[in-house]
């Protein structure tokens, strides 16, 4: 991925564009996560006493998973080559975008349901090390 440095003015801009695919890419996380439940109480149930199941419903249950994991990567993946950026985590949803700050790289820091982007860090600070723009 070729990386695209963004002005604070520039990555505002595409903000809505990114929470359109974050909505979607939340919408996705969100099926994962039913259909991963699904599948973690039906191997319960079978390492418990057996349990009482379809080999076609679990083959169906795998492969809906399956679909839903490589779905959600697949939208991930787009979202950071569409506007050379990262995402960062799941929940909730972190994406930063390069930026030069006082001559160095740095991200600006936008997390999912915040309005604007207000934060920055730098490379290696991770969240944790967010500081206000």
């Given at each position: 991925?070729?990386?695209?440095?963004?002005?604070?003015?520039?990555?505002?801009?595409?903000?809505?564009?990114?929470?359109?695919?974050?909505?979607?890419?939340?919408?996705?996380?969100?099926?994962?996560?039913?259909?991963?439940?699904?599948?973690?109480?039906?191997?319960?149930?079978?390492?418990?006493?057996?349990?009482?199941?379809?080999?076609?419903?679990?083959?169906?249950?795998?492969?809906?998973?399956?679909?839903?994991?490589?779905?959600?990567?697949?939208?991930?993946?787009?979202?950071?080559?569409?506007?050379?950026?990262?995402?960062?985590?799941l929940?909730?949803?972190?994406?930063?975008?390069?930026?030069?700050?006082?001559?160095?790289?740095?991200?600006?820091?936008?997390?999912?349901?915040?309005?604007?982007i207000?934060?920055?860090?730098?490379?290696?600070?991770?969240?944790?090390?967010?500081?206000p723009?």
């Amino acid at each position: 991925m070729t990386k695209k440095y963004y002005t604070l003015e520039e990555a505002t801009a595409i903000l809505p564009e990114v929470k359109k695919a974050v909505s979607e890419i939340r919408s996705m996380d969100q099926s994962r996560l039913e259909k991963q439940k699904a599948y973690s109480e039906l191997m319960l149930a079978v390492a418990s006493n057996g349990g009482d199941f379809s080999e076609a419903y679990l083959l169906k249950l795998t492969k809906s998973l399956d679909r839903a994991e490589r779905q959600l990567r697949r939208l991930i993946g787009n979202l950071q080559r569409r506007f050379s950026c990262e995402v960062k985590g799941l929940s909730p949803l972190l994406v930063d975008f390069y930026t030069v700050r006082d001559g160095r790289e740095v991200y600006l820091c936008w997390k999912e349901g915040e309005d604007e982007i207000a934060h920055w860090h730098d490379l290696d600070a991770g969240f944790a090390g967010r500081r206000p723009i």
